[in-house]
């Protein structure tokens, strides 16, 4: 079983970058492909980006390329998201979200996921 705990959500300026980090409990963590997702108010929740096993290989939503990066480190258990250019339309609870597997194949459906962070606000002022 994993654990996951994301920070580094707040509020920022449009424009402005955040950070996200997920903290993972458990020593199989390189095990796992490695996904964020966000729900805006009143809309269902979307894939934003996945990692694989080893951080060689990521997938983006595609309105998102350009502006957010996903990345690992397992010696750390952590995955992170880079947020940059921040927009009003990415205000947001942000999850992180762990699926056991290192394989080659992308996965961006929620229901592929075996494990969710309690999830972080990003709020976005105009």
């Known amino acids: 079983q994993v654990q996951l705990v994301e920070s580094g959500g707040g509020l920022v300026q449009a424009g402005g970058s955040l950070r996200l980090s997920c903290a993972a409990s458990?020593?199989?963590?390189?095990?796992?492909?490695m996904g964020w997702f966000r729900q805006a108010p009143g809309k269902e929740r979307e894939f934003v980006a996945t990692?694989?096993?080893?951080?060689?290989?990521?997938y983006y939503a595609d309105s998102l390329k350009g502006r957010f990066t996903i990345s690992r480190d397992n010696a750390k258990n952590t995955v992170y998201l880079q947020m940059n250019s921040l927009k009003p339309e990415d205000t947001a609870v942000y999850y992180c979200?762990?699926?056991?597997?290192?394989?080659?194949?992308?996965?961006?459906?929620?229901?592929?996921?075996?494990?969710w962070g309690q999830g972080t606000q990003v709020t976005v002022s105009s």
């Open positions: 458990g020593r199989t963590f390189s095990s796992y492909t």
């Open positions: 979200a762990a699926k056991y597997y290192s394989g080659p194949y992308y996965y961006t459906g929620e229901r592929n996921y075996d494990y």
């Open positions: 990692i694989n096993w080893s951080g060689t290989s990521t």
